[in-house]
């Protein structure tokens, strides 16, 4: 499939479903990720993947910590920015303190762990290898 051409999925508002329909950003995004759920899917079974999504989504709604599951995201990309970088670096682009970005760090890493206790484990020992490195 072209990267920006894609047949809708309500043909209704189509006017000839052959003719190609020029695809957003977002929309190109999203079908590269569907792809890739459904390659993930062939790898590890549908079953599996579908407790992977559901548990994302259960995530990323928790009204306990929204950005728990943008955490959780970056972390999956290999992204370890919010683990290796200081709590004055975060802060400094919000309007939050120190002492408040780390409180919020650590709910979200509270709440991944409630979702994604694996993930949780192993950012306790990054983060534990972290604070004793030189």
Not at 21 to 48: D, F, M
Not at 101 to 111: F, K, S, T, Y
């Amino acid at each position: 499939m072209s990267a920006n051409r894609f047949v809708p999925l309500d043909l209704s508002t189509a006017k000839n479903v052959a003719a190609p329909v020029e695809r957003s950003e977002a929309a190109s995004i999203v079908g590269e990720i569907s792809e890739r759920l459904i390659e993930l899917a062939e790898v590890t079974g549908e079953a599996r993947t579908q407790r992977w999504v559901m548990r994302l989504a259960a995530l990323c709604g928790s009204p306990e910590c929204p950005r728990a599951g943008w955490v959780y995201l970056r972390l999956c990309t290999g992204n370890l920015d919010e683990l290796t970088a200081s709590h004055a670096d975060h802060a400094a682009g919000m309007a939050r303190s120190k002492q408040g970005e780390h409180q919020e760090h650590a709910h979200a890493m509270r709440v991944i762990g409630l979702h994604f206790p694996e993930l949780a484990h192993a950012i306790a020992e990054l983060e534990q290898r972290k604070k004793t490195k030189p």
